[in-house]
């Protein structure tokens, strides 16, 4: 057996109580995904809505979030947010003042967000990682709304899924385009021209204005199949 203060000369010891607090974190994990899994597999077709936390209640992007969330709701589309303040609680609050479930995928942070009222399912998460699983298992599109580094990074995640297959394709739906066209002119500018990413790249996303041409974008995609997995995909799905 090789001795590990060989390998790494200088090492601190290992504290045996910190290293049975890491191993056990793992039940807390699969809690998480198994709690997910089972509360979220029959909210489907679903649509998962991104934005910013800071958004106040008179701000035009708001109730943008809110007019989309509810117009979804009312085309059939259970639909999920963050579960927090702002452009998710929008969604949330959009979303139960129409036909289909309200879902909020609510994180604990030490600042900023709080559980909003307007949740039909509300599922509560410590890591990140897991959480980002339920936007996507069982999401039939994207909706991105303004927002800061957590929506980016939401934005950035289902981009790299669908891009390199790790996940099925589904319509990505940015809304705003005066918000959005800054960043989509870096993509082009920097990365297609530096081979960063295939100029095909930029048709995995699609830019709208309007609450109704994101609904419709969505019904676009899925004119000719339906809203369900192929068996395909579900094996992709089950590898996420």
Not at 15 to 41: H, P
Not at 47 to 72: C, M, N
Not at 150 to 159: F, N, Q, R, S, Y
């Amino acid at each position: 057996m090789s001795n590990p203060d060989k390998q790494f000369p200088g090492r601190p010891p290992i504290n045996d109580s910190m290293m049975t607090r890491e191993s056990w974190k793992i039940f807390q994990i699969m809690a998480e995904f198994v709690e997910g899994f089972e509360r979220l597999a029959h909210i489907k077709p679903s649509v998962s809505i991104f934005g910013s936390a800071r958004t106040a209640p008179d701000h035009p992007y708001y109730k943008l979030a809110e007019e989309t969330a509810k117009q979804l709701s009312d085309a059939g589309f259970s639909v999920v947010s963050g579960g927090g303040p702002g452009i998710m609680e929008a969604a949330n609050k959009g979303a139960q003042a129409g036909k289909s479930l309200s879902i909020g995928l609510n994180i604990q942070l030490p600042m900023e967000q709080s559980g909003n009222p307007h949740q039909d399912i509300s599922l509560n998460f410590r890591h990140f990682f897991s959480r980002k699983v339920m936007f996507v298992k069982y999401a039939s599109a994207y909706v991105v709304l303004p927002g800061g580094f957590g929506t980016l990074d939401e934005l950035a995640e289902i981009l790299t899924l669908v891009q390199t297959g790790k996940t099925r394709r589904i319509p990505i739906i940015l809304v705003h385009s005066e918000f959005w066209s800054g960043l989509l002119d870096w993509f082009r500018e920097h990365l297609v021209n530096e081979g960063m990413i295939d100029a095909e790249d930029q048709e995995l996303f699609k830019l709208v204005d309007d609450p109704a041409d994101a609904v419709k974008a969505i019904f676009d995609h899925y004119e000719h199949r339906g809203f369900e997995p192929s068996a395909r995909e579900r094996e992709i799905l089950l590898d996420l």
